[in-house]
C-alpha cells in the first residue's frame, strides 16, 4: 500500500482568504499591506489491493481559457507541464481509466477540475455538495469558484457518483482507505479521507475543511472564503479531536509550509 502525493503547482492569493483579518487595520497602521500568498495545489493517489484511489483533482488544463475572469485575476494557478494532474499520473504509469476510486472533498475549480477523466470509477462527494453545486449550475447564480466548466464536463463524461449522506460519518472503500464526512464549512458538504499505511502511520486529508495550520489554532482562526462558519468551527474540532483518537497526521488543504516537507512524487511516497 503506498501514498503518492501529486504537486499539481501552485495558487495565489491574498492570506485574509486563508486566514480571516490576517491583514487587520488598527490606527496605527490603517493602510496595511496585502500579504500575497503562495498556496500548493496538490491531489492525492492510494494503491491499494482492491484498487487504485484518488482524492481530489488539481485545476483543469484549460483554466486559462475557461475560468471566469474574477478567479484568473483573484488567485492565478501557476504549473508547469509537468505539475499538471494529467502529467503526475503518467509519470506514475496510472491510467485514469484504471482507477477504481474517486474521492472529492468537494467541487470547488481548485480540487475537480479533472474530475470528468474518471468515467469508470466509483465517485464519492458529499451528497448536499453534489446537489446544492448542480441545483445552483441549473439556476445559473451562486456557484461562485464551483465553475460551468468543471460541472459541464463531469456531467457529459456520466459519472458514477456515490453520494455520501448526511448520515453517513464514515465510509471504507478499501482496507486502510476510510471516507470521512465533515459536513459543511468551506463549502456546501465536504469530505476528508483517512489512510493508514503499516509503516509511516496514518494520514487524515482534510482539503480545504483546514486550509493551514493556523486555522485550526487554537484559538480556530476562520477563513475569508467560508461558506458556514458555524460549521466551520464544528469540523475544526471535530478533525483536531478525529485526529488525535487515530493518531493521524492532517495533511491541509492550502499549507505551503507543511507541503515543504512532503514526500512527493514521483521520486518519493509513503507506505
Known amino acids: 500500500m503506498k501514498l503518492y502525493v501529486l504537486d499539481n503547482g501552485i495558487q495565489r ?9 490576517c491583514t487587520n487595520a488598527t490606527l496605527d497602521n490603517p493602510n496595511p499591506a496585502t500579504i500575497w500568498q503562495d498556496i500548493p495545489i496538490h491531489s492525492f493517489l492510494v494503491e491499494t489491493d ?12 484549460y483554466f486559462a481559457s475557461k475560468w471566469p475572469e474574477f478567479i484568473l485575476n483573484q488567485s492565478p494557478y501557476i504549473a508547469s507541464e509537468e505539475q499538471v494532474f494529467t502529467s503526475r499520473l503518467q509519470q506514475l504509469n496510472v491510467k485514469p481509466e484504471e482507477v477504481k ?25 458529499n451528497d448536499a455538495e453534489l446537489t446544492t453545486t448542480l441545483r445552483q449550475y ?6 461562485n469558484v464551483h465553475t460551468p466548466l468543471d460541472i459541464e464536463t463531469f456531467l457529459a463524461a456520466k459519472l458514477h457518483w456515490r453520494p455520501v449522506l448526511a448520515e453517513e460519518s464514515e465510509v471504507t472503500i478499501a482496507p486502510g482507505v476510510t471516507v470521512v ?27 480545504d475543511a483546514l486550509y ?17 462558519s458555524l460549521g466551520f468551527f464544528r469540523t475544526a474540532k471535530f478533525i483536531d479531536a478525529y485526529a488525535k483518537k487515530h493518531n493521524a497526521t492532517i ?9 515543504r516537507t512532503l514526500k512527493l512524487a514521483p521520486n518519493a511516497y509513503y507506505d
Not at 441549473?138 to 456557484?143: I, T, V, Y
Not at 493551514?212 to 458556514?228: A, E, F, K, S, T
Open 13 to 21: 492569493l491574498d492570506k485574509s482568504f486563508l486566514v480571516a483579518g
Open 50 to 61: 482492491a484498487g487504485q484511489v484518488v482524492f481530489d483533482t488539481a485545476c483543469s488544463p
Open 101 to 125: 476510486y474517486v474521492v472529492m472533498s468537494h467541487l470547488h475549480v481548485d480540487h475537480a477540475g479533472n474530475l470528468g477523466l474518471f468515467r469508470g470509477a466509483e465517485i464519492f462527494v
Open 138 to 143: 441549473a439556476l445559473g447564480e451562486g456557484l
Open 181 to 207: 464526512n465533515l459536513g459543511s464549512g468551506h463549502s456546501w458538504g465536504m469530505l476528508a479521507m483517512r489512510v493508514d499505511l503499516p509503516k509511516s502511520g496514518s494520514f487524515l486529508m482534510v482539503a
Open 212 to 228: 493551514m495550520r493556523d486555522n485550526l489554532g487554537p484559538p480556530i482562526q476562520v477563513p475569508g472564503i467560508i461558506h458556514d
Open 251 to 259: 495533511l491541509f488543504g492550502h499549507d505551503i509550509e507543511q507541503f
